[in-house]
């Protein structure tokens, strides 16, 4: 099992409008993908920032393979819709990790 975690600082100023997009716009449209078996949403509780929130969302995929495609072929196109919508108001790093 692979674990592709995207941690993204918000602005406060438009975390509401944010959120609903992440939960009915974004997740679903990487979702249907189809190269995640299932995903989980978080909020990050020890944030320093105090004009910002962080969220964690994890995609969990069978495998690297999986990853690698959503990476190529999918994931410049979702990633640009979130930029060009609020442009210097997200900031979101990615990591990949392997369940041991």
Not at 42 to 47: D, I, L, R, S
Not at 62 to 77: K, R, T
Not at 89 to 99: D, K, N, S
């Amino acid at each position: 099992m692979i674990l592709y975690n995207v941690t993204v600082a918000v602005d406060k100023k438009i975390e509401e409008e944010w959120l609903i997009w992440m939960k009915n716009v974004h997740i679903p449209e990487v979702m249907e993908t189809n190269q995640f078996e299932f995903f989980k949403f978080f909020k990050v509780m020890n944030t320093e920032d105090p004009a910002s929130s962080s969220y964690s969302v994890q995609y969990f995929a069978e495998g690297i393979g999986n990853v690698q495609l959503y990476m190529s072929a999918f994931a410049p196109e979702l990633q640009q819709k979130a930029l060009l919508r609020w442009p210097d108001q997200i900031a979101a790093f990615r990591t990949l990790l392997e369940a041991v």
